[in-house]
Antibody, heavy 121, light 110 residues
């Protein structure tokens, strides 16, 4: 069974940073592309970016609006993906989800439970 | 403004059928697989349909997906009160090089 467990969320002041983790189990983590998606309170889903597998040189792609402040990384030995959030603003307050896409030949995202990030002074 | 367009809300009575549309363009739906997600209140999104019309194991056949051109559709038959949720379509956009989602549709089972 695919399991994705996010952690690292919490309350942070404007301008601060956080590093979120996504611990994966139940599938071949090294072959999967890992995505991050966020959802502001009462709003829809907003894609942040992805990191591909070693076979694809761990290539990263980000939504244009996220470029520069957010960084996605992974550690295949720990089967964990990470999302570094910098220069946070109140509008970054959201639940942050990680999701896996098993292969490039299919389009499906299997989701974690999410972790809440609150940016407030 | 979302890249993919969904109706904000739909409603129907228990036992009835409802259809949720998702409209895009050649750069996304027209040339890439579509998936659908169900988000029950206070929970994470859950995969319902992938690759336009495939159901993951455990998803009842009351849920079905289809695609024609640059539009996709989620069909739910035999509505139950437990189906009340937000539904999102999603796909890859080849021009934006990004995953794009619809704005979400809230289903109310009257």
């Amino acid at each position: 069974e695919v399991q994705l467990v996010e952690s690292g969320g919490g309350l942070v002041q404007p301008g601060g940073s956080l590093k979120l983790s996504c611990a994966a189990s139940g599938f071949s983590f090294s072959g999967a592309t890992m995505h991050w998606v966020r959802q502001a309170p009462g709003k829809g889903l907003e894609w942040i970016g992805r990191i591909r597998s070693r076979a694809n040189n761990f290539a990263t792609t980000y939504a244009a609006s996220m470029q520069g402040r957010f960084t996605i990384s992974r550690d295949d030995s720990q089967t964990t993906a990470f999302l570094q959030l910098n220069s946070l603003a109140p509008e970054d307050t959201a639940v942050y989800y990680c999701a896996r896409r098993p292969t490039t030949g299919t389009f499906r995202l299997d989701w974690g439970l999410g972790t809440l990030v609150t940016v407030s002074s | 403004q979302s890249v993919l367009t969904q109706p904000p809300s739909v409603s129907a009575a228990p036992g009835q059928e409802v259809t949720i549309s998702c409209s895009g363009s050649d750069s996304n739906i027209g040339n890439n697989f579509v998936s659908w997600y169900q988000q029950l209140p206070g929970t994470a999104p859950k995969l319902l349909i992938y690759d336009d019309d495939e159901r993951p194991s455990g998803i009842p056949d009351r849920f079905s997906g289809s695609k024609s051109g640059t539009s996709a559709t989620l069909d739910i038959t035999g509505l139950q009160t437990g189906d009340e949720a937000d539904y999102y379509c999603g796909t890859w956009d080849s021009t934006l090089t990004a995953v794009v989602f619809g704005g979400g549709t809230t289903l109310t089972v009257l």
